[in-house]
């Protein structure tokens, strides 16, 4: 199995990872750290736990960690995820233990990854990069010990996958602008949350030809419609409480979409992708999730970090080929029944 560990801000979204990372067989989801993010650091680290005793997981650990970017003041997304960060369910259950505060979030990652042989474990990031950028500051020789680290942030522009994010934006001067942002016309949430240490961890140069980033080109095509709702409410189980409680939560992250973004479609499931995304470098037919980076197309990125544009991922083309993968599409159809065969899972627990 590929030992994974995932640091979150839940989440609707989020939550979703953590139902994947918990369930997908090739998985070993060896514990969960919470960051700041779409709530104060508090209800991520609640929520977190929440999830995990929703989907009968109360063992896996939970760990907060910063609970402010590296040198700004925090931003949530309450506007999206409610003030609560999971908003839109009574079904969540209480958690029926406490976070692990009496350990360091940083040091117990640390622990964890260095405890599983070079060059098998995985760290997932579905929040802002701070705990990630503190940890590769702090230990920077575990970049050089882990497998990859897979990144859900980032937004690269409408020319990258032909995904529309909307109308042009006009600056101040009248210049248009193409939108490919979500917290700004340019700038992806969990980049834009806290760029400096977005920065960091994406031009790491040990750290870079191990990343994978799927932006907001990539999670764009993967909305919750109607139908993949249903599918996931009714499943081969029919309507469970887990499912019921999943279906309120992607119902209220379809409304708040359709509200701030006019996204009819469904909300984009933006974080488990990039849980998805580490399957591909390790091929087992069965559970391979297949992600195509164009015949393995690196980029060097650079994030924006002051003015107008500030929190922008802006790549090119990587001439050593050390660069960060970034891949363009993925096997959707794969991708949902998968999440469906967690969700499955989870229920005969
Ligand atoms: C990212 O921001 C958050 O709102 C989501 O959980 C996701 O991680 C998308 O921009
Ligand atoms: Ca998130």
């Not at 560990?5 to 998985?27: K, R």
């Not at 779409?38 to 609970?67: D, F, H, M, Q, W």
């Not at 999971?86 to 969540?92: C, P």
């Not at 849980?275 to 037919?285: E, G």
Request: aromatic share 6%; net charge negative.
């Amino acid at each position: 199995k590929i030992p994974v560990w995932l640091d979150c801000d839940p989440g609707h979204d989020d939550a979703c990872a953590i139902l994947l990372a918990a369930y997908h067989p090739p998985i070993n989801l060896l514990g969960v750290s919470t960051v700041h993010g779409n709530a104060p650091l508090s209800k991520c680290t609640v929520n977190a736990l929440r999830v995990l005793e929703a989907i009968g997981k109360p063992e896996i650990p939970v760990l907060p960690g910063a609970s402010k970017p590296y040198c700004r003041t925090v931003h949530t997304a309450p506007d999206i995820h409610g003030a609560s960060g999971l908003a839109g369910t009574d079904l969540l259950p209480e958690p029926s233990r406490y976070a692990l505060t009496h350990c360091n979030a940083i040091l117990e990652i640390k622990e964890a990854l260095f405890a599983q042989p070079k060059g098998k474990a995985w760290l997932v990031a579905t929040g802002p990069l701070t705990n990630i950028a503190l940890l590769f500051a702090v230990f920077p020789s575990l970049a050089d010990h882990i497998a990859g680290l897979s990144i859900m942030g980032g937004a690269i522009g409408s020319d990258f996958t032909h995904i529309s994010m909307g109308q042009p934006y006009l600056d101040i001067s009248g210049t248009a602008h193409p939108r490919s942002g979500n917290r700004t016309p340019f700038a992806e949430f969990n980049i834009w949350a806290d760029p400096e240490s977005a920065r960091s961890v994406l031009q790491n140069p040990v750290l870079r030809p191990k990343t994978t980033l799927i932006p907001l080109d990539v999670t764009h095509q993967a909305y919750a419609t109607p139908k993949i709702q249903d599918m996931l409410l009714n499943g081969i189980n029919g309507p469970t409480r887990l499912r019921r409680m999943f279906n309120e939560l992607l119902m209220f992250f379809a409304h708040t979409y359709a509200e701030v973004f006019g996204l009819a479609d469904g909300p984009p499931l933006h974080d488990p992708l990039a849980v998805a995304a580490i399957l591909s470098c390790h091929s087992d037919p069965n559970f391979e999730i297949e992600f195509d980076d164009s015949g393995g197309e690196r980029w060097d990125v650079d994030v924006i970090l002051e003015g107008e544009q500030v929190g922008r991922t802006v790549i090119t083309r990587s001439e050593n080929g050390q660069g960060v993968r970034i891949p363009r599409t993925l096997d959707l159809d794969k991708f949902w029944r998968t999440l469906e065969d967690c969700m499955a899972a989870a229920d005969e627990v």
